[in-house]
């Protein structure tokens, strides 16, 4: 079994930098994509960034620029670096991996917060 631990969440001024990491008790020997979703709390869960097996990587439009997603290579789990942040960026991050067989693992979350 795998689980998946995010970490580095916390409460940052706008215009602030967070940096998102994801720890996994048990091993993902091949992974199809990595990616970091958000969710606020009566909407849905929206993809922020991802990374495939092959290098590529797409962004949500409102992180653009702002956000930037890659691959821990010991952990083989993602990290999101997170630059001038809004208060719209305010939600809850869940890290996920989908492995090679196209089983999907997500952490619990980490809450981040831009204050206005």
């Known amino acids: 079994q795998v689980q998946l631990v995010e970490s580095g969440g916390g409460l940052v001024q706008p215009g602030g930098s967070l940096r998102l990491s994801c720890a996994a008790s048990?091993?993902?020997?091949?992974?199809?994509?990595m990616a970091w979703y958000r969710q606020v709390p009566g909407l849905e869960r929206e993809l922020v960034a991802s990374i495939t097996s092959g290098g590529r990587i797409v962004y949500a439009d409102s992180v653009k620029g702002r956000f930037t997603i890659s691959r821990d290579n010991t952990k083989n789990t993602p990290l999101l670096q997170m630059d001038s942040l809004k208060p719209e960026d305010t939600a809850v991050y869940y890290c996920?991996?989908?492995?090679?067989?196209?089983?999907?693992?997500w952490g619990q979350g980490t809450q981040v917060t831009v204050s206005s």
């Open positions: 996920n991996v989908v492995s090679a067989a196209l089983q999907a693992y």
């Open positions: 048990g091993s993902i020997f091949a992974f199809r994509t």
